[in-house]
């Protein structure tokens, strides 16, 4: 367990015991009151004794609904994929198409697709839909991010302008793995594809524009409503063998599993970036 995790648990626990701590007080405050409205004269320390287990008892069951909350979310998310695959951002997607109602075996997390002229393509999350398949880029950054669609990379700035970082463009970078998707289903007839780029994190679209036709640039949190449209806008389709489709699918998928093609992968973003023939 990393040490960030840990420090998240921690914190989480101080603030259930907060809560709790709070809520304590404030009834031993209520019961001062009332008494005090009424005359009544009672031992302040049983009065102390019986909010002490009050709020003991807050706590537990604070604590045991936060548990059956993590269990009941991790066997949800085990019916799509294994809880240490892939990132903590896509997880959470994946988790929330799944609470939306989305069949489990129409979604394919973490996919390694092989390429025709070899190597292999990484997708984050790709659904079946009645209307066609939905290929989801994710991404978490902060700070305001500016680009365009046919912008080879785009900017994120943070700290007031200050500092600025570049990244690839992820509507391109998504488009190029449906390219790829498309060769591998070729023989399942015409499917249309849709590119959907969910953000996650404390960041702000800025001077975003030219996203193509078939592209969503979105926040995770309105990624639903981004669904929705895309059903109310298209007809729903006859797939020629939405089995075979899942079961190509779920190949790339399983091909996430194996650390030789995951270390494969790596090496060759490492060489198309070439920072080892960079010398200064």
């Known amino acids: 367990m990393g040490l960030k995790k840990i420090k998240r648990k921690i914190k989480r626990i101080i603030d259930i015991t907060i809560i709790s701590i709070i809520c304590g007080i404030l009834l031993i405050l209520s019961v001062f009151v009332f008494l005090d409205s009424q005359s009544i004269k009672v031992d302040i320390s049983y009065i102390i004794d019986i909010a002490l287990k009050v709020t003991i008892g807050c706590v537990a069951v604070i604590v045991l609904v936060f548990t059956l909350a993590k269990i009941r979310n991790r066997r949800l ?14 997880r959470q997607l994946v988790l929330k198409l799944l609470k939306k109602g989305v069949d489990a075996r129409m979604l394919f997390h973490d996919l390694y697709l092989e390429k025709h002229g070899g190597g292999y393509a990484q997708l984050d999350l790709v659904a079946i839909t009645d209307v066609g398949i939905v290929v989801f880029e994710v991404k978490k950054y902060s700070g305001w991010i500016y680009g365009r669609g046919n912008m080879p990379n785009w900017t994120q700035v943070l700290a007031h302008g200050d500092v600025k970082n570049y990244f690839y463009n992820p509507i391109i970078q998504n488009s190029r793995h449906i390219v790829e998707l498309k060769k591998q289903l070729r023989e399942f007839g015409e499917v249309p594809f849709y590119s959907v780029v969910v953000f996650y994190g404390d960041c702000e679209f800025k001077e975003i524009a030219l996203i193509p036709q078939g592209s969503y640039l979105v926040k995770e949190k309105r990624v639903w409503e981004v669904m929705k449209l895309i059903r109310r806008r298209n007809e729903p389709i006859e797939y020629l063998n939405k089995h075979k489709i899942a079961m190509v699918l779920d190949r790339a998928a399983g091909n996430g599993e194996d650390s030789d093609i995951q270390d494969e992968h790596i090496e060759s973003i490492n060489d198309l970036m070439g920072k080892d023939r960079i010398f200064e």
């Open 77 to 90: 998310l085990m019916s799509v994929t294994d809880p240490s695959r892939g990132t903590k951002t896509e």
